[in-house]
């Protein structure tokens, strides 16, 4: 999204979420979390108004648009992300965060690690009980951490230790 201006998703998210509706299905789309949180280089500038304004402006046309049908619900990832930007996320023994080696971010800074989007989908999950009423199991995420190459865990076995490559 970066390099679009909300002029330009203004113009083309109406058509998008038209179509979805259409459907009849009950759609769950995520909001755009906060580019800055990233640590790996995004390929270009961000424009003036920064990555973090961009991301607001573009969340506010999702939620706009989003709420002409009963039907289109919106995630709050940025809001799932900026928690663990405040407060780092315990499972098990490991600390995760988004730093790059953090457990929840790729190696490359710019994707959200196995965990990472295990907690995206956990998003999803609460969303989809909460505007459904039904208990769908929640994702474990303890699972996917263990099995995650980027974890924290995974990251020592190799000789480093992840704090020591934050800030």
């Known amino acids: ?8 998703i203004t113009q083309y998210l109406p058509a998008v979420i038209d179509r979805l ?3 009849g299905a009950e759609v769950f789309l995520a909001d755009c979390p906060n580019p800055d ?16 304004e961009l991301a607001e402006a573009y969340n506010a046309i999702l939620r706009a648009e989003a709420a ?6 919106v995630v709050p990832i940025k809001a799932t ?9 315990t499972v098990g023994e490991d600390h995760y965060n988004l730093h790059i080696l953090g457990g929840l971010i ?4 710019l994707h959200f690690s196995d965990t990472g989007y295990a907690l ?25 951490a263990a099995n995650d190459i980027h974890s924290p865990e995974a990251v020592r076995q190799t ?9």
């Not at 459904?132 to 474990?140: M, N, R, S």
């Not at 000789?159 to 800030?167: K, L, Y």
């Open 81 to 89: 992300s900026d928690a663990i930007v405040s407060e780092e996320l």
């Open 37 to 52: 949180i990233l640590e790996g280089d995004l390929g270009g500038e961000v424009p003036d108004e920064g990555g973090a």
């Open 21 to 23: 509706a259409a459907t």
């Open 106 to 109: 790729s190696f490359d800074g």
């Open 120 to 144: 995206i989908a956990q998003a999803f999950v609460d969303e989809i009980n909460a505007v459904l009423g039904t208990d769908a199991e929640a994702v474990d995420i303890a699972t996917v």
């Open 159 to 167: 000789g480093r230790e992840p704090a020591d490559c934050w800030d």
């Open 1 to 8: 999204l970066l390099g679009r201006s909300p002029d330009r």
């Open 68 to 73: 002409r049908y009963d039907s289109i619900h």
